[in-house]
């Protein structure tokens, strides 16, 4: 699953900006459809002409696995 981007960029001390990230003047544009990414919410919806078609929870990678390369569940 590909990771959602934050939305505004972030200074050399990881305080968050008012500067758009780039490749996220989309949303300030009003395109798209928003969503709330909640803690602990470890989970992708996948939604067709309005419909959910698909819930898939997401596996993190064991230290193991990190070690091997593998990134994502």
Do not use: W, Y
Request: glycine letters at 10%.
């Amino acid at each position: 699953m590909e990771k959602i981007p934050t939305l505004f960029d972030r200074d050399e001390h990881f305080k968050v900006t008012d500067r758009v990230r780039a490749g996220c003047e989309c949303v300030i544009a009003g395109e798209g459809i928003p969503t709330e990414k909640l803690d602990g919410m470890n989970v992708r919806l996948t939604v067709r002409s309005g419909q959910l078609v698909r819930v898939e929870k997401r596996r993190n990678p064991s230290a193991k696995q990190k070690h091997q390369g593998i990134i994502d569940g």
